[in-house]
């Protein structure tokens, strides 16, 4: 099947536990993306990376790190976790490439229900 | 800064009827404007989109209306289903860059 992939879908752990969430897509797009979901269902980019290198970098917290091996996979790893990143995090790819001015439809994973205890 | 304002946070609409969601943008820049439908439990998939060249946009039951002048831009659901009970997210972007601007987000239920 193409699509964008997460694993895991859910993740409970402790506060202080690091932490990671993986996504793949097989859609042979160059850009991915993360989105945090909160419990009020508002979507917050995170990161984007564009052929791996990283275009978008919002306001996060540093505990929060992607990385981009390949432009097929697209890791976020998440440090010393603390209550208030429990949320749903969603990967997403889209075929859009710097410059040629495609719409930028945007490819969203299962998402990873993340619970810090 | 919230550049997307999406309206009403929840809607209730009886089985047949039609259902309404509205968004309103600041950044004139803005050129794509798509909406979402997200399930529960599933991630966010692309319903339909306008630019801003049209003032409408219908796909089967759904329906985009565009006002440029007024920076707005709503989603219509006619003959609203069951099935059609989700969360429904406006965005917006530019072609020139790569991230969406997403609403706030609409909980819509549609009762038989």
């Known amino acids: 099947d193409t699509a964008v992939s997460q694993t895991p879908k859910y993740l409970v752990t402790q506060m202080g536990n690091d932490k990671s969430i993986k996504c793949e897509q097989n859609l042979g797009h160059d850009t991915m993306y993360w989105y945090k979901q909160d419990s009020k269902k508002f979507l917050k980019i995170m990161f984007s990376y564009n052929n791996k290198e990283l275009i978008i970098n919002e306001t996060v917290p540093n505990r929060f790190s992607p990385k981009s091996p390949d432009k097929a996979h697209l890791n976020l790893h998440i440090n010393s976790l603390e209550l208030g990143d429990s949320a749903v995090y969603f990967c997403?790819?889209?075929?859009?490439?710097?410059?040629?001015?495609?719409?930028?439809?945007?490819?969203f994973g299962p998402g990873t229900r993340l619970t810090v205890l | 800064q919230q550049q997307v304002k999406q309206s009403p946070q929840s809607l209730i609409v009886q089985k047949g009827g039609i259902s309404i969601i509205n968004c309103a943008y600041e950044n004139t820049a803005f050129d794509y404007f798509p909406w979402y439908q997200q399930f529960p439990g599933k991630g966010p998939a692309l319903l339909i989109a306008i630019r801003p060249d049209v003032s409408e946009k219908k796909e089967g039951r759904f329906t985009i209306s565009f006002n440029k002048s007024a920076k707005q831009f709503s989603l219509h659901i006619m003959d609203s289903q069951p099935g059609d009970s989700a969360t429904y997210f406006c965005a917006a972007s530019t072609t020139s860059g790569s991230r969406l601007t997403f609403g706030e987000g609409t909980q819509l239920t549609v009762n038989p």
């Open positions: 997403a790819s889209s075929p859009r490439t710097i410059g040629r001015g495609f719409y930028n439809e945007q490819f």
